[in-house]
């Protein structure tokens, strides 16, 4: 800005806020106040002033005067015109690049649903990225820096909805052919469409970030920031250039998870973190706080979390008016206005908003008189305002202490006029009629003739063209293409089950006292962590509960990873003990506190850092089994769609072996929802072997082979003797398989039916005296199995009964659990700590009477025995069970049933655990 322009703006300023006089002060004196400040500013600048009036404030406030308190500032732009920065760009081939996207996005979602219309309209929108074209395109000009061999490359999680203009730009790019905008949404077969959304199951090498689930992208966003901080400090990866931007919707921030853990990126003074809250003003339905200011609301809540706030509200066309805005009228009426008010006239005439917005006021009337209805109507917003976004963008890479959130005010659906533009029905609108395309023809100068219009052509310029060159040049000197997955070759080489780090957990308890599964989890990945070549990639997760796992000793051993290091004594640190709680700035364990979601995005950040930081990580997540799938089932589909390798570690399993906490914790179906997703592989294991054989399985798997798994292990708070793992390679197989034969007792005389009886987890004990009763008292002999996982028996078998339906004259294909019980004819028996569904998964392929027991209807507090026996999963129950289904043989006699009954304690009247 002209020196003039300055002096006359600060005496302009100075002016204006006397005119605002406060009542009982001289004029004269309130304008010598507002001189001297001015002065201030103008010799010392805006920091030095900000010095002087938080010094002044602490002054009052020993002398007893208490401020307001105000989170927010008013409704104008952040950054003043003052200290805007030079765009470093061709504006004009920027719009009319800008313009060509929109249009190609705009066609590509109405083209698919023509095309699409018989059979069912594939739907898609248009609107979200009309809104958001400026603050991608400029991001995509200047800042997103691609994956390069010196930089890990921006991380950018964007609008779900906003995919269009995405693909759109990767055509211009090069990256997709015109083929894949006319299969926007047509992805069948795979690989010759695009998805509706931004996903990496389905577009592996494109999208890098699940974001159309509202809310999950912003907490992850949060966690991947830290993430990086994490690689960085721990000396594994220098990620210090890259940078996390988020897009958001301003309708998304309403979701809790959204703003659920922003204080943790101000803690942590996450500066490499950037949000773009695209502040449409509205979400689905409508507006999104018709009778309030989104914007506002955000200001004070990001302000007061710690957050560098950036306002980027009006275009610079209504900079003039501000600057002649003398006695602040322009920005007191912006400030009255609210949000329902200023999206009637984003849809309305230069007229109406002449008469309504400025026409309360003749000062207010005469700002806006050398303008035209025309020209009042084009007024633009600031999000729509490519020198207004680049300088926020610039504010926020300056930005040094701390993460920074940019609210930039949009219209939804600009540029669509009638068709959406600023309505209510924006959001869904997937049509445009002649008419309406003409007009956006018109209004972005699309270079394709009238007469083509109505076939909305998708149109790329000449390659040697001006935009073409100027878009290339920019991605280029960016490092290339955003967004692009990239899963590293690197394989690593982890240790074979005979290593020193399974060895004890192989031998078992030998005699010698007792272990949970939990506790053979910790010893297992104590080894881990030691292990030469995969020992510094272990990334152990927990969200305050590693006292409960008796995991504590990590703590000492690893450090809990802590940005500032340990600022103060630890209380346990008694006489110089090595066992306390250590904090370190290079730490390995990340506690989490209280906060499963946080704990969760962590796991899907360190899950996917071999897809986008080049390098295998390897989470282990362990946390109370009722607060994960249940509480963060959506995050565990956000780790399934990004592709997340790592282990995550159900602890105090069991409806009925976390037998004192009652409802809220005891889980029984964490598995069944492990079930439905696709390529988790779940596992259930009851013995320390077993878990020996299928962590170091589920390593090979994931990170020698490469394969895009991850895993979910129950483990049990409960001790017992820990056999050792039985001989034979039928033993591990059979576990990684999901089923082996563990123990038999020899048939009684003349028994036709040899009961098979399946076990797992904790309740594996149960079975096998349900088994010796049956063995003692009934003399009749039986198999007990150890079902590691009903999840993975059914898929085996669910395939195998695919293959032979498509393939009927060809040699059947037999699954795993076909080929074990082939021999058998029942009955079969299963008691697990789950709810039933989960071992009756498997009901179809097995080839008899199939009795399942498990822990359906609500937890209670109480002790194992009485627990067991109220869900009548029991030895008891299970020994009763099994004679039940052999009565059904008639190779038990039925008449005999209530005696056993009364023989075993067995209260055939007791209440229904499913609907107790
Ligand atoms: C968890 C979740 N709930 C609901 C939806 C459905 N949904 C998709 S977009 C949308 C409105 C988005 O509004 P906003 O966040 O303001 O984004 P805009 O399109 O306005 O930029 C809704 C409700 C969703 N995708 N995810
Ligand atoms: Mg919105």
Not at 551 to 569: A, H, P, R
Request: hydrophobic share 35%; with cysteine; aromatic share 10%.
């Amino acid at each position: 800005m002209a020196t003039d322009d300055a002096v006359r703006e600060k005496e302009d300023v100075a002016n204006s806020n006397v005119e605002g006089s406060i009542e009982g002060i001289d004029t004269q004196e309130l304008a010598e106040w507002f001189e001297s400040l001015e002065d201030v500013i103008h010799r010392y600048g805006p920091e030095k002033t900000k010095q002087l009036l938080v010094h002044l404030r602490e002054h009052a406030y020993h002398r007893g005067v208490m401020m307001p308190f105000s989170a927010t500032t008013p409704y104008l732009n952040t950054i003043p015109v003052s200290e805007q920065p030079r765009y470093p760009g061709n504006l004009e081939i920027e719009r009319q690049i800008k313009s060509i996207i929109r249009w190609n996005a705009m066609a590509m979602v109405v083209r698919a649903n023509k095309k699409t219309e018989k059979h069912g309209a594939v739907g898609g929108h248009i609107s979200t990225y009309a809104s958001a074209a400026t603050l991608y395109e400029v991001a995509y000009n200047h800042f997103f820096h691609g994956r390069t061999e010196n930089h890990p490359g921006d991380m950018v999680y964007f609008q779900g909805h906003a995919s269009p203009g995405m693909y759109s730009r990767a055509f211009l790019e090069g990256r997709i052919d015109e083929s894949y905008l006319e299969n926007f949404r047509q992805e069948v077969p795979r690989g010759t469409g695009l998805s509706s959304y931004p996903h990496p199951w389905l577009m592996e090498n494109f999208w890098q970030f699940p974001t159309v689930s509202m809310g999950l992208g912003p907490i992850c966003s949060i966690y991947h920031a830290r993430f990086l901080r994490y690689m960085e400090h721990r000396g594994l990866l220098d990620t210090s250039k890259s940078r996390v931007w988020a897009f958001l919707g301003d309708g998304e921030i309403d979701e809790p998870e959204s703003l659920g853990a922003i204080t943790l990126a101000s803690r942590e003074n996450l500066d490499n973190l950037t949000w773009v809250v695209n502040c449409n003003l509205q979400r689905l339905d409508g507006p999104v706080r018709g009778n309030g200011k989104i914007i506002q609301e955000l200001e004070g809540a990001f302000r007061g979390a710690g957050w560098n706030c950036i306002k980027v509200v009006w275009g610079g066309d209504w900079d003039p008016l501000f600057s002649r805005d003398y006695n602040g009228k322009l920005v007191k009426r912006m400030g009255d206005i609210i949000d329902g008010q200023y999206q009637k006239y984003s849809v309305s005439t230069g007229d109406y908003i002449r008469q309504h917005f400025f026409g309360d006021d003749p000062e207010l009337q005469a700002l806006v008189d050398h303008l035209t209805d025309d020209q009042l109507e084009k007024l633009r917003r600031g999000g729509h305002d490519p020198e207004k976004v680049f300088a926020a963008y610039k504010a926020a890479l300056d930005h040094h202490s701390g993460p920074t959130v940019i609210l930039a005010k949009t219209i939804k659906g600009y540029g669509l006029g009638e068709a959406g533009e600023g309505r209510n029905v924006a959001h869904n609108t997937k049509k445009m009629n002649l008419e309406e395309l003409k007009q956006f023809r018109k209004r972005f100068s699309i270079p394709i003739s009238e007469e083509s219009v109505e076939k909305m052509p998708f149109y790329k310029p000449a390659e040697d063209s001006e935009e073409m060159v100027y878009l290339k040049a920019k991605r280029d000197q960016l490092g290339g293409a955003v967004p692009s997955r990239q899963p590293t070759a690197e394989r690593l080489k982890v240790p074979a089950l005979s290593d020193k780090t399974f060895a004890r957990q192989l031998r078992g308890t030998e005699g010698k006292g007792e272990a949970s599964t939990t506790m053979a989890y910790g010893s297992i990945i104590q080894g881990l962590m030691k292990d030469k070549i995969i020992g510094d990639r272990i990334v152990p997760i927990i969200p305050d509960e590693a006292r409960t796992f008796g995991m504590e000793s990590l703590f000492s051993s690893f450090g809990i990873y802590s940005s500032k290091g340990q600022l103060y004594e630890p209380v346990d640190r008694i006489n110089g003990s090595l066992m306390y709680y250590k904090e370190a700035k290079d730490g390995q364990v990340l506690e989490e506190g209280i906060n499963e979601a946080g704990a969760i995005s962590s796991f899907i950040a360190a899950g996917t850092a071999y897809s986008n930081l080049g390098m295998n990580m390897i989470p282990f997540y362990i946390y109370y089994s009722m607060f994960g799938f249940q509480r963060v089932g959506d995050l565990v589909w956000c780790a399934a769609d990004s592709r997340v390798k790592g282990f995550l570690v159900g602890g105090t399993s069991g409806r009925t072996t976390l037998n004192g906490e009652g409802l809220q914790h005891e889980d029984g179906h964490s598995h069944l929802i492990a079930t439905t997703v696709p390529q988790l592989v779940a596992y259930d294991p009851a013995f320390a072997y077993e878990l020996c054989v299928i962590i170091q399985n589920g390593l090979e798997r994931m990170y020698t082979d490469g394969e895009e798994i991850f895993y979910y292990l129950s483990v049990y708070n409960e001790n017992y003797e820990m056999p050792p793992m039985p001989e034979g390679d039928h033993i591990a197989h059979g576990i990684l398989k999901g089923m082996y034969l563990f123990h038999s007792t020899e048939s009684g005389p003349g028994q036709e039916h040899r009961p098979q009886l399946f076990g797992s987890g904790t309740i594996m004990h149960e079975v096998l005296r349900a088994q010796k009763i049956l063995k003692e008292n009934f003399n009749i002999g039986t198999d007990v199995w150890s079902v590691t996982s009903y999840s993975e028996l059914c898929r085996d078998s669910m395939d195998a009964d695919r293959w032979n339906m498509l393939h009927p004259t060809e040699q059947p294909h037999e699954s795993f659990l076909m080929q074990q019980l082939a021999e058998q004819n029942g009955p079969f028996i299963s008691a697990s700590d789950n709810v039933r569904l989960v071992a009756d998964q498997i009901r179809q392929w097995i080839p008899g009477k199939y009795t399942v027991l498990g822990t359906d209807g609500f937890g209670r507090s109480d002790t194992r025995p009485v627990l067991r026996r109220h869900f009548e999963i029991d030895a008891e129950c299970t020994a009763y069970a099994t004679l039940q289904a052999l009565s059904e043989y008639d190779a038990f006699d039925v008449t005999r049933l209530p005696q056993v009954l009364k023989d075993l304690g067995i209260d055939p009247e007791k209440i229904n655990p499913r609907t107790a």
